[in-house]
């Protein structure tokens, strides 16, 4: 019914930049909050930056990341911009959807891979 797809990711030298995208598509009323999350080998997914009428993003991407969204399109974007080796992860799109005026759910993206080689 919902689906968002990430677009974007590949392999990048450090220091470079890399812009990931995501579309939400299906049933929408209207969609809340929207972020980026990602999730390295061997380690628990985490925060990557998010979006609603603010922004906020995790300490380690602080002045290099920047999330922007665009409602008319459902699309969520992150700019990545001096990329770092530990930067090195699966990045998932993530959203609170309105399927309807009355209810609201959760959705993940099926990930994007993104390489950053030193």
């Known amino acids: 019914q919902v689906q968002l797809v990430e677009s974007g990711g590949g392999s990048v030298q450090a220091g470079q930049s890399l812009r990931l995208s995501c579309v939400a598509s299906?049933?929408?009323?209207?969609?809340?909050?929207m972020g980026w999350y990602r999730q390295a080998p061997g380690k628990q997914r985490e925060l990557v930056a998010v979006?609603?009428?603010?922004?906020n993003y995790a300490d380690s991407v602080k002045g290099r990341f920047t999330i922007s969204r665009d409602n008319a399109k459902n699309t969520v974007y992150l700019q990545m911009n001096s990329l770092k080796p530990e930067d090195t992860a699966v990045y998932y799109c993530?959203?609170?959807?309105?399927?309807?005026?009355?209810?609201?759910?959760?959705?993940w993206g099926q990930g994007t891979q993104v390489t950053v080689s030193s």
């Open positions: 993530n959203a609170d959807v309105k399927p309807t005026a009355w209810s609201i759910r959760n959705y």
């Open positions: 979006i609603t009428s603010t922004t």
């Open positions: 299906g049933r929408i009323f209207g969609i809340n909050a």
